[in-house]
């Protein structure tokens, strides 16, 4: 069943996401799963100095808006890609997608 969008509306998707620590194996592989999506400041120290890099996560690239923790909305057109991160982590991340509608003006601040 696909439901008409009224004038003034648009259609997005909020993701909500839960790990299961007892399925990761190691800490090491749960924080893997939280860097890809949300990226990490990585330091180097070198010389007497410390070099500061953003290493880019899945949410740095795919525009949002953050609702809560482990909850995010983005626009429909982003969806596909999302999803299949989501399904890569499919036996230790439990997520669920939800087709909402908002007005064009909260969909602008996704996009």
Do not use: C
């Amino acid at each position: 069943m696909r439901i008409e969008i009224r004038k003034g509306f648009g259609t997005a998707v909020i993701i909500s996401f839960h790990t299961r620590s007892d399925k990761f194996d190691s800490d090491y592989e749960r924080s893997k799963f939280f860097r890809e999506l949300h990226g990490w400041k990585q330091i180097i120290p070198k010389n007497n100095k410390r070099y500061l890099y953003r290493r880019t996560g899945l949410l740095d690239e795919v525009p949002h808006m953050k609702i809560a923790d482990s909850v995010f909305a983005i626009a429909m057109e982003h969806m596909k890609r999302v999803e299949e991160f989501f399904k890569e982590w499919d036996n230790k991340v439990d997520y669920d997608i939800m087709e909402v509608m908002l007005k064009k003006n909260k969909l602008k601040e996704i996009i």
